[in-house]
C-alpha cells in the first residue's frame, strides 16, 4: 500500500498555519459551555414540521445507533441486531449483512457510511476490517485496516474516499484521521498531536460529523475542532478554556459524575450546531443559533431514558414527546434532522394529561399523531421523527 507523502506534507502545513494565524472565511465560535444561556427553546423556533416514519416490525429493533438517509432509503444500525435498510415509508428492504465471526460478517456494524451514488455501503468493525456491501445486500469485499494500527471510531464517505477517525480514549490515540481510497490504499494522514497521558476513565463520544459539503472531527482534548473541505483542513470551531473541560489525568468517578463537561455527540446544520453532552448527572441538550451567536441550554434530565441521545426540544408543533436530534441530512426539499422514539412511549404519551390538554401550534398535527399512535402496538418497533429546519427566511 502507497502512502501520498506529499499530499500528507500539504495537509500537515495547511493545519499549522491555520493554528498559527486562524484564518478561515467563516465565523470561527468558541464552544464554552460555562456560557451558555439557559432557555426552553421550542422546536417550531427552529423547525417548520415533524413527520413520523414507524419501522416495519418484522425484524425486532431494540436499539437504533444511528441513521443515514440516503434518496429513498434509510439505513439503521439496529444493536444488536445489525444494519437494515427501509423505505422513506418504514418498509423494510433488506438487511445488511449480518452479525457474527465468519467471512463478510461483522461483529457490530454501528459504524458505517455510504457511497450514495454508488448504492454501496461500507461498515467500519472492530477487528480491523471495512466490510462492503451493496444496497441489496450483496457482500463484496473486505479491506484490512490492521496495518495502520489504530482504534477507529468513525467512518464517512467523502469525495470518493473513505475517512477513518480515532478518537482519544484513556489518553491514547495514533491518529486524528486517515484518508484511504476505496481500496484500501493510504491516501493521507492526520496523526494524533496530543501527548500520550493517563486517565482512568473511558469516555465514549462520536468523533465525526458530516454537514453538506464537509466532514468534521472533533474530540474531548483538542483545543481544535477541524474541518475537512475538498483538499483543505480549517478550522470550523474552537473549544474554549473553562473549568469543568475533562482534565487530562486521572480522576475519580465521583468528580466525573458531578463536575465534568463530557460531550457525547455533535451534528451540524446550516444556521445550527446541536451538542448533546453529560455534566453534574444531568443529560443536557444544547445548541447554537449562528444567527444570533449565542448558545442555549435547551433541556437537562436526569432521566436514563434520555442518556443516548438527550432530553432534546420540547414539542410544540403537534405536543408530541421531546425532539433529540439523532443525525442530519441534506435534500432538494432542504434540511432535516432526524431523531426516534420506542412505539410504547408515543402510545403512553397521547394517553398522557400533558398531551390530552395540550395545545400545540398545529392542532391537526396533534390528531394526527394521537391517531398514529393508537394504531401502534406497545411492541412494535421505534418511530422515527423527521424534523423540517426553517429556511432562516422563514
Not at 169 to 195: C, H, L, M, R
Request: net charge negative; with cysteine.
Amino acid at each position: 500500500m502507497q502512502f501520498n507523502l506529499k499530499n500528507f506534507m500539504k495537509k500537515t502545513l495547511i493545519i499549522i498555519m491555520i493554528l498559527l494565524y486562524g484564518c478561515t472565511e467563516d465565523t470561527i465560535y468558541k464552544i464554552n459551555p460555562s456560557k451558555f444561556r439557559k432557555k426552553n427553546v421550542l422546536l417550531s423556533e427552529i423547525a417548520e414540521s415533524i413527520d413520523y416514519i414507524p419501522l416495519e416490525s418484522r425484524f425486532f429493533v431494540q436499539h437504533i445507533m444511528k441513521i443515514i438517509c440516503a434518496d429513498s432509503f434509510l439505513v439503521v444500525a439496529n444493536y444488536p441486531e445489525g444494519l437494515h435498510l427501509y423505505s422513506k415509508k418504514g418498509d423494510f428492504l433488506n438487511k445488511i449483512g449480518k452479525r457474527g465471526n465468519g467471512p463478510g460478517e461483522y461483529q457490530y456494524g454501528t459504524s458505517f457510511t455510504i457511497d450514495n451514488k454508488n448504492k454501496l455501503i461500507y461498515i467500519l468493525d472492530r477487528n480491523n476490517n471495512i466490510f462492503k456491501y451493496d444496497f441489496y445486500n450483496n457482500f463484496l469485499d473486505a479491506l484490512p485496516i490492521d496495518h495502520l494500527h489504530g482504534y477507529f471510531r468513525d467512518i464517512e464517505f467523502y469525495n470518493g474516499h473513505l475517512f477513518l477517525f480515532e478518537t482519544i480514549n484513556n489518553g491514547f490515540a495514533k491518529y486524528k484521521w486517515v484518508e484511504i481510497d476505496t481500496t484500501g490504499n493510504t491516501i493521507s494522514i492526520q496523526p494524533n498531536s496530543i501527548p500520550t497521558f493517563e486517565c482512568n476513565i473511558g469516555f465514549r463520544s462520536d468523533c465525526s460529523y458530516k454537514t453538506e459539503n464537509s466532514l468534521v472531527y472533533w474530540d474531548k482534548y483538542n483545543d481544535t475542532i477541524f474541518q475537512i473541505k475538498d483538499e483543505n483542513i480549517n478550522v470550523r470551531y474552537l473549544w474554549d478554556k473553562w473549568k469543568t473541560r475533562l482534565p487530562r489525568e486521572n480522576i475519580t468517578p465521583a468528580q466525573y459524575e458531578n463536575f465534568y463537561f463530557d460531550p457525547w455527540n455533535i451534528i451540524e446544520s446550516k444556521d445550527f450546531l446541536f451538542i448533546y453532552y453529560y455534566e453534574n448527572k444531568h443529560y443536557c441538550t444544547a445548541f447554537l443559533n449562528k444567527e444570533k451567536e449565542q448558545f442555549y441550554i435547551v433541556n437537562k434530565s436526569k432521566d436514563e431514558d434520555d442518556r443516548y441521545c438527550g432530553p432534546g426540544f420540547t414539542n410544540d408543533i403537534d405536543g408530541g414527546l421531546n425532539f433529540a436530534p439523532m443525525e442530519n441530512y441534506v435534500s432538494p426539499e432542504g434540511e432535516y434532522l432526524i431523531g426516534w422514539e420506542f412505539a410504547y412511549k408515543l402510545k403512553n404519551h397521547v394517553n398522557h394529561e400533558s398531551f390530552i390538554h395540550a395545545k400545540p401550534k398545529f392542532p391537526e398535527k396533534k390528531k394526527e399523531l394521537e391517531k398514529l399512535a393508537n394504531s401502534l402496538n406497545e411492541n412494535d418497533n421505534p418511530v422515527l421523527m423527521l424534523v423540517k429546519l426553517k429556511e432562516k427566511n422563514d
